[in-house]
């Protein structure tokens, strides 16, 4: 099984940067996902590590540490539309997937 | 392209009916699944289906049963429903279940509430 941890809440400012930090542990690992949420609305994909390192897409990278089962979502410049929850899943062994509780991100003007 | 749809988008529902919850994808993919969302916990996988004609347990399978007689459709039913029920139910579906990058693609959600 999955055990799958991340912070309950972040507020940050509009045009800051904002680290949203994901720690698991794992009896298989096949992939780590993030995944953004609106309020009331379906995730989804925003990012996909498999190895180590870090994985750029514009505003919003992700890194990836097996070793120490650890991850991160950088959000950079941040906008008021980037509000939302964000969603560390971790895919297992048999390709099924874990999520975390999810992150709630308030981005202030 | 519609993706992915679910019907119905909430019902209240009184404890011992039954329902099914219906999914949709038009995407031609391999893999479906059911995830309930209830607040601090997250989603959790309730059944899967890697394949037409296949189903699997999830992590919350209990009170819940599955079917996928074909591609494009996954139901969900509730035999009895029970008060704990009660969560927003995501369906999803990805291609290649054992693929590298394989991404799942949600459904809108459905918003049950048992009484």
């Known amino acids: 099984g999955q055990n799958i941890d991340q912070p309950t809440e972040m507020t940050a400012t509009e045009g800051a940067i904002v680290q949203i930090n994901c720690t698991y542990q794992t009896s298989g690992f096949n992939g780590l996902f993030w995944y953004q949420q609106h309020a009331g609305e379906a995730p989804t994909f925003l990012s996909y590590n498999v190895l180590d390192g870090l994985e750029e897409k514009g505003r919003f990278s992700s890194f990836l540490s097996r070793s120490k089962g650890y991850s991160y979502l950088l959000l950079k410049e941040l906008q008021m539309k980037d509000s939302a929850s964000y969603l560390c899943?971790?895919?297992?062994?048999?390709?099924?997937?874990?999520f975390g509780a999810g992150t709630t991100v308030t981005v202030r003007a | 392209t519609a993706g992915i749809t679910q019907a119905p988008t909430s019902q209240i529902l009184a404890a011992g009916r039954s329902m099914t919850l219906r999914c949709t994808q038009d995407m031609r993919h391999n893999a479906m699944y059911w995830y309930r969302q209830d607040l601090g916990l997250g989603l959790r996988l309730i059944h899967y289906s890697n394949t037409a004609g296949t189903t699997g347990k999830g992590e919350v399978p209990d009170g819940y049963s599955v079917s996928r007689a074909n591609t494009d459709d996954f139901p969900l039913t509730l035999a009895s429903a029970v008060p704990s029920q009660t969560s927003v139910y995501f369906c999803a579906s990805s291609d290649s279940p054992g693929g590298g990058g394989d991404t799942q693609y949600f459904g809108p959600g459905t918003r049950l509430t048992v009484l």
């Open positions: 899943a971790v895919r297992d062994s048999d390709y099924k997937l874990s």
